[in-house]
């Protein structure tokens, strides 16, 4: 089993920019997909970026240009760097990593966005 703690969530302005953090607790050695996802109150949980075993990044098109992806492997750790945030990026932000039998899955950060 691994665990997934993410970090990073607050309070940002509009405009401003938040980094989240998700570290494994081990490193995982096939994995399908990494994902982050997002909640926002009264609404489905969203995807809103993954990336796949051969590297490619798909982003949600409200995030597109703004939010990124990246990973550090020496720390287990994958990152969404958001950028220009906007009001309606407001959610509980969880990663995800997918495999061959598992899907592992981290608490949840909470991000306002607020001014």
């Known amino acids: 089993q691994v665990r997934l703690v993410e970090s990073g969530g607050g309070l940002v302005q509009p405009g401003g920019s938040l980094r989240l953090s998700c570290e494994a607790s081990r490193s995982i050695s096939e994995v399908y997909t990494r994902n982050w996802w997002r909640q926002a109150p009264g609404n489905q949980r969203e995807l809103v970026a993954s990336?796949?075993?051969?590297?490619?990044?798909r982003y949600a098109e409200s995030v597109k240009g703004r939010f990124t992806v990246s990973r550090d492997n020496a720390k287990n750790t994958m990152y969404l760097q958001m950028n220009m945030v906007k009001l309606e990026d407001t959610a509980v932000y969880y990663c995800n990593i997918e495999g061959p039998g598992y899907n592992y899955w981290g608490q949840g950060t909470e991000v306002t966005v607020s001014s």
């Open positions: 990336t796949g075993a051969n590297g490619r990044v």
